[in-house]
């Protein structure tokens, strides 16, 4: 793997770890990745979902936090636009437009580790393909004869132990 990283998302009280590592895959593990796959879809298609939630629930937060506060420095005498300054530079104002934003970011890390898993589908799709036009492409008869020659040579050794075997005796 070209890259050594893993992001971590964390949903609530819980971590999802975007690492790079199941998405790995050659001519000989082609058949395991195919076959486990799906489920790993799932499990982060499941995750963005829970991270969407999350983020609308901090986006209404933030809406919440701002309205309360432009609606407080309004009733104090402030214009529209002094209301609004006061309450984008109010600390809990700031701090749920940050979790906002931190959710955001969340539901952004999902979708792009959900399209690296669609881009890899399409990758062991397109290798299996050519795996497959390969092995057409070879001569059965290649392999007839070398098994020919084998299955051959080892009658032969069969038959000279056996003849080794009734001289001992």
């Not at 058949?31 to 995750?47: C, I, M, N, R, V």
């Not at 701090?95 to 969340?106: Q, Y």
């Amino acid at each position: 793997m070209p890259f050594d990283y893993m992001n971590i998302v964390v949903l609530g009280k819980e971590e999802v770890k975007l690492d790079p590592t199941p998405l790995q895959f050659n001519e000989s593990t082609l058949s395991t990745y195919l076959e486990t796959e799906g489920s790993w879809y799932d499990y982060f298609g499941a995750k963005l979902a829970d991270a969407e939630y999350l983020m609308q629930k901090y986006e209404l937060a933030y809406e919440v936090v701002y309205s309360d506060k432009f609606k407080e420095n309004k009733e104090n005498g402030s214009s529209d636009k002094m209301a609004e300054a006061q309450a984008k530079c109010d600390q809990d104002v700031v701090s749920a437009k940050d979790m906002f934003l931190a959710a955001k970011h969340n539901v952004r890390l999902l979708q792009q580790h959900l399209r690296a898993w669609d881009k890899n589908h399409d990758n062991a799709m397109s290798r299996g393909h050519f795996l497959r036009k390969e092995m057409d492409k070879l001569n059965p008869s290649v392999y007839a004869t070398r098994l020919d020659h084998f299955a051959e040579r080892r009658i032969e050794d069969v038959v000279k132990d056996a003849e080794a075997q009734l001289e001992n005796q």
